[in-house]
Nanobody, 123 residues
Framework: QVQLVESGGGLVQAGGSLRLSCAAS????????MGWFRQAPGKEREFVAA????????YDADSVKGRFTISRDNTKNTVYLQMNSLKLEDTAVYYC????????????????WGQGTQVTVSS
């Protein structure tokens, strides 16, 4: 019984920044690893970043490393994605997810998903 609710999406100009939030409720032990994925229309779902409760994290090196930062507040059961230097190709629906007990980029290992929040980057 895990519920994830994303917020913070919106419209931003290229080069700008957004911070996404995802609040988790339910059994805390199901949220050892929390991650972010994104999916653009007609495109494959793509891993963005993931983090553990103690702050260890991984990123998609080619697409977002150096621009995006994942973090979490365990007290609030909330994970964040700070997105800087946004590009047109970052436009997508962003989903937070949880389920694994070890860091992984594999979407199939995440069992619980939020409803998604739209991020649109304009030129």
């Amino acid at each position: 019984q895990v519920q994830l609710v994303e917020s913070g999406g919106g419209l931003v100009q290229a080069g700008g920044s957004l911070r996404l939030s995802c609040a988790a409720s339910g059994r805390s032990f199901r949220s050892i690893v929390m991650g972010w994925f994104r999916q653009a229309p007609g495109k494959e779902r793509e891993f963005v970043a993931a983090t553990t409760r103690n702050g260890n994290s991984i990123y998609d090196a080619d697409s977002v490393k150096g621009r995006f930062t994942i973090s979490r507040d365990n007290t609030k059961n909330t994970v964040y994605l700070q997105m800087n230097s946004l590009k047109l190709e970052d436009t997508a629906v962003y989903y937070c997810a949880t389920g694994p007990v070890l860091l992984t980029t594999r979407a199939s290992q995440y069992n619980y998903w939020g409803q998604g929040t739209q991020v649109t980057v304009s030129s």
